[in-house]
C-alpha cells in the first residue's frame, strides 16, 4: 500500500473522494504527487491524517481549529498543555451550543404548548409568536 489513488485512500479513510479534495483545497492536505497519467498518488501516512481530521470533526472542531491542531503538532516548541488548553476552549463552546439550544428548546415547548392545534392559521399562537419582534 505504497501509493494510493484518490478513491482508494478515500475508501480506507472513510471519507468520500470529494471530501479529499476539498481538504486539499482548504490546505488540510498537501497537493500529492500525480503519475504520469495524472491521476493523484498519496502515501499511507494521508490515510492517517484523514483519520485525524475526521475524528476531529466528530469532537466539533472546525477545520480552522482542525488546521490549527494539525500545525501545532508540527512545532516542537508546542507541548500537550497547549493541545489541552484547544480542546477545553471546544468544550467551552461546545457548552455554550447547548445552553443556547436549550434555550431554544424550552421557547419552543412553551409556545407549542400554547397551541391547540385547533383552528385556522391566523389564529395561530406560534405562526403569532414567531410573527411578533422580540
Do not use: H, W
Request: some cysteine.
Amino acid at each position: 500500500m505504497n501509493s494510493l489513488t484518490i478513491g482508494q485512500l478515500a475508501k480506507i479513510a472513510g471519507v468520500g473522494v470529494e471530501t479529499v479534495r476539498f481538504y486539499e483545497r482548504k490546505g488540510l492536505l498537501a497537493e500529492p504527487n500525480r503519475r504520469p497519467s495524472g491521476y493523484r498518488q498519496y502515501g499511507e501516512e494521508v490515510v492517517n491524517r484523514l483519520r485525524f481530521i475526521k475524528r476531529a470533526k466528530e469532537l466539533g472542531f472546525t477545520l480552522n481549529e482542525i488546521k490549527e491542531l494539525l500545525s501545532l503538532r508540527l512545532d516542537p516548541t508546542t507541548t500537550c498543555a497547549d493541545v489541552k488548553e484547544r480542546a477545553e476552549e471546544k468544550i467551552d463552546d461546545i457548552e455554550a451550543k447547548i445552553r443556547t439550544l436549550r434555550r431554544m428548546k424550552n421557547a419552543l415547548v412553551k409556545v407549542t404548548k400554547a397551541c391547540s392545534g385547533r383552528g385556522g392559521t391566523s389564529e395561530c399562537p406560534i405562526l403569532e409568536t414567531l410573527d411578533k419582534e422580540r
